[in-house]
């Protein structure tokens, strides 16, 4: 597992992924973590195959105990069904994530852990050093769905907004835009549900100040490209395998 | 090439199918039951002249209560047995993944902070495996003795059959509870082999 420090500057946000020993049949995914001084937050830890090489990753940067908090932005398996395991990795942790999904995500197993709802309307976690937000992005594309927003790092953790499908040793971030778009095309148009979610999100983070999008699948976006993919988002019809 | 083996029965699967085994065998003894309870006010409508067949139809009554009673106790013993099952499986999947990102990770920093969760995973594992165990020998001993309850089920059934046959008005009848306690008692006793069964695969799995 690939580890990749995007932001320092007095916290740190470390994105895990592109991990080589990945079995092929699962879908690549981005791992990410918070840390503020002595406390850390975990963000879409992934699933139960990539949680040993992603716990190893983390114990380069992080004292277990130092973990306090996990987020998952909501249910599906490779967001968090390595959740029994960290239960027992992480006893005393606190999970947050929509109020929707508790009883679903306690079939993964939560025996330690704290489950902390996240309201429909977002709320703020602060970490000590720093304070971030969980951003509504409802129907985009779980019915009750989170994206995280560090206002200090000017980053946005975008859960499945933005992903694109490919390969696993794939460069961090976007380069070329237009050279990018085919790679997210289908994935949008399919998993996300909703039109009129979809245009409620880009109102609500065109209100936010972002260098960095940064999704569960993909590549990172940096600069004018978060700009260049919400007007994209904005202008695409989602939802198509309605007729 | 040696001889083809069958295939060696998941341990959760064999336990849930003894539950299974046990539920079909509920309904067959709530009939004898049943048939018991008529029996009883056979012989006591009988009155002197049924007084030869009250022991008779006490014990089947006693049988099947007692029978009840043991379906019960193993159906309850193979749930939590499959529980512990499962705990244990939990464990030793994180002992063994925990273990895994120690061996893989020695350069890395805090590797040391996860010896906790370690430990306390390996105590839950090994406190599983010794409930575990306790567990298999209750249900073996819930199944040794539902196995003797059968047997003298089938002894009353053979004796029942015996006294009816000196008896007049409601022999029919009687012979009729026995022959159907004789039955029930066949089917319970292939039920419990089949069970035995299942319990050996999961002992050959530890």
Avoid at chain 1, 196 to 216: C, F, G, H, S
Avoid at chain 2, 6 to 20: C, G, R, Y
Avoid at chain 2, 116 to 129: G, L
Wanted: charged share 25%.
């Amino acid at each position: 597992m690939k580890a990749t420090t995007i932001y320092d500057k007095g916290h740190q946000w470390i994105m895990f992924g592109r991990d080589p020993e990945k079995p092929e049949s699962i879908i690549d995914t981005n791992q990410y973590m918070i840390v503020a001084g002595n406390r850390a937050l975990l963000m879409d830890p992934g699933g139960i195959e990539v949680f040993a090489p992603m716990l190893g990753a983390i114990l380069h940067h992080a004292k277990v105990d130092e973990i306090t908090d996990i987020f998952a932005s909501h249910q599906d398996p490779d967001i968090i069904s390595s959740l029994g395991l960290w239960d027992q990795a992480l006893p005393h942790a606190k999970l947050h994530s929509p109020w929707l999904w508790e009883g679903f995500l306690r079939h993964f197993g939560m025996n330690n852990i704290e489950y902390v709802g996240i309201p429909d309307e977002g709320n703020e976690l602060n970490l000590g050093e720093v304070d971030v937000r969980f951003i509504p992005a409802h129907y985009l594309h779980s019915s009750g769905n989170f994206h995280v927003y560090d206002p200090k790092a000017k980053i946005l953790m975008s859960g499945d907004v933005g992903a694109a499908l490919e390969a696993s040793e794939a460069p961090l971030f976007v380069e070329d835009f237009d050279e990018h778009i085919p790679k997210m095309e289908m994935f949008h148009k399919r998993w996300m549900p909703s039109n009129r979610a979809k245009n409620d999100w880009v109102k609500r983070v065109r209100t936010l100040d972002i260098e960095y999008m940064a999704p569960q699948h993909g590549r990172i976006f940096k600069g004018e490209n978060v700009a260049r993919f919400i007007d994209w988002f904005e202008a695409l019809e989602v939802g198509v395998a309605i007729p | 090439m040696g001889a083809p083996t069958e295939p060696v029965e998941d341990k959760l699967v064999a336990l849930a199918s003894i539950a299974a085994e046990l539920h079909s065998v509920m309904g067959v003894v709530w009939s004898v039951s049943l048939a018991g309870k008529n029996a009883k006010v056979i012989s006591a409508q009988a009155g002197d002249k049924g007084l030869g067949f009250r022991p008779i139809t006490e014990s089947i009554d006693e049988i099947s209560q007692q029978a009840i009673r043991g379906v019960d106790d193993i159906s309850s013993e193979a749930l939590r047995l499959s529980k512990i099952a499962v705990h244990e499986q939990r464990s030793i999947d994180a002992y063994q993944r925990f273990n895994s990102v120690i061996k893989k990770n020695v350069d890395a920093k805090y590797i040391k902070t996860i010896l906790p969760a370690v430990n306390k995973v390996e105590q839950s594992m090994r406190a599983s495996i010794s409930e575990f165990k306790k567990s298999m020998n209750n249900l073996t001993l819930l199944l040794e003795t539902m196995d003797q309850c059968m047997l003298t089920a089938r002894a009353v059934a053979s004796v029942s059959r015996i006294v009816t046959s000196s008896g007049q008005e409601y022999r029919d009848k009687l012979t009729v509870v026995s022959n159907d306690l004789d039955k029930a008692a066949r089917y319970i006793k292939q039920r419990l082999l089949n069970s035995y069964r299942h319990l050996n695969n999961v002992n050959a799995q530890r």
